[in-house]
């Protein structure tokens, strides 16, 4: 993996960052999840595979078990929160209220294209919720993805549409 440093690809800021790369390649040889059924250990050129990929519970469980930190998480891969929109929405904004708040989201469904042909139904990424404001009928919402802080006015049903999964972070 110390020779893999450095090799990602098409990955924003850990393009540049080596001493990132390695950490993010040691914690996703160290966790495992349902995504390395069929590649359970790292060979050279798996960092820039679905090897390293990260699914919500291994990403929680990283958090509480490397990070030592208390989550409460809901939502999963496939299915979104069930909670419907208002109350989602109230959910995230009490969340941010008791500590860091992460969202699990499908990045295809924030920034529709009109030239996208076919939208995967699943998350992506996950980014930091900083604020989440209802103005109207739309919602603004602030958060911090791939190292540039990021301001953006939605729908309420994109919002919902967009979100596979909230993680509220605190400490022990």
Same mark, same amino acid.
């Given at each position: 993996?110390?020779?893999?440093?450095?090799? @990602? /690809?098409?990955?924003?800021?850990?393009?540049?960052?080596?001493?990132?790369?390695?950490?993010?390649?040691?914690?996703?040889?160290?966790? #495992?999840?349902?995504?390395?059924?069929? *590649?359970?250990?790292? /060979?050279?050129?798996?960092? &820039?595979? =679905?090897?390293?990929?990260? &699914?919500?519970?291994?990403?929680?469980?990283? +958090?509480?078990?490397?990070?030592?930190?208390? %989550?409460?998480?809901?939502?999963? *891969? @496939? $299915?979104?929160?069930?909670?419907?929109?208002? &109350?989602?929405?109230?959910?995230? +904004?009490?969340?941010?209220?008791?500590?860091? +708040?992460?969202?699990?989201?499908?990045?295809? !469904?924030?920034?529709?294209?009109? =030239?996208?042909? =076919?939208?995967?139904?699943?998350?992506?990424?996950? %980014? $930091?919720?900083?604020? !989440?404001? #209802?103005?109207?009928?739309? +919602?603004?919402? #602030?958060?911090?993805?791939?190292?540039?802080?990021?301001?953006?006015?939605?729908?309420?049903?994109?919002?919902?549409?967009?979100?596979?999964?909230?993680?509220?972070?605190?400490?022990?």
């Amino acid at each position: 993996m110390r020779q893999a440093a450095g090799l @990602l /690809s098409d990955n924003g800021e850990l393009n540049i960052l080596h001493a990132n790369q390695l950490w993010f390649l040691a914690m996703a040889d160290n966790f #495992k999840g349902y995504l390395n059924l069929f *590649d359970n250990k790292y /060979s050279i050129g798996d960092e &820039n595979t =679905f090897w390293a990929a990260t &699914n919500y519970s291994k990403f929680n469980k990283m +958090v509480r078990e490397f990070g030592g930190y208390h %989550v409460h998480a809901i939502g999963s *891969d @496939l $299915v979104r929160p069930t909670k419907s929109k208002e &109350n989602l929405y109230k959910y995230m +904004v009490s969340m941010l209220d008791t500590g860091l +708040v992460m969202i699990y989201i499908n990045n295809k !469904l924030m920034y529709p294209h009109k =030239f996208t042909l =076919f939208n995967v139904p699943a998350p992506t990424h996950f %980014v $930091v919720l900083y604020e !989440l404001h #209802k103005i109207n009928e739309m +919602v603004e919402i #602030k958060y911090w993805d791939y190292g540039l802080k990021t301001e953006q006015l939605i729908t309420m049903k994109r919002l919902k549409k967009t979100i596979y999964g909230v993680s509220s972070i605190t400490k022990r």
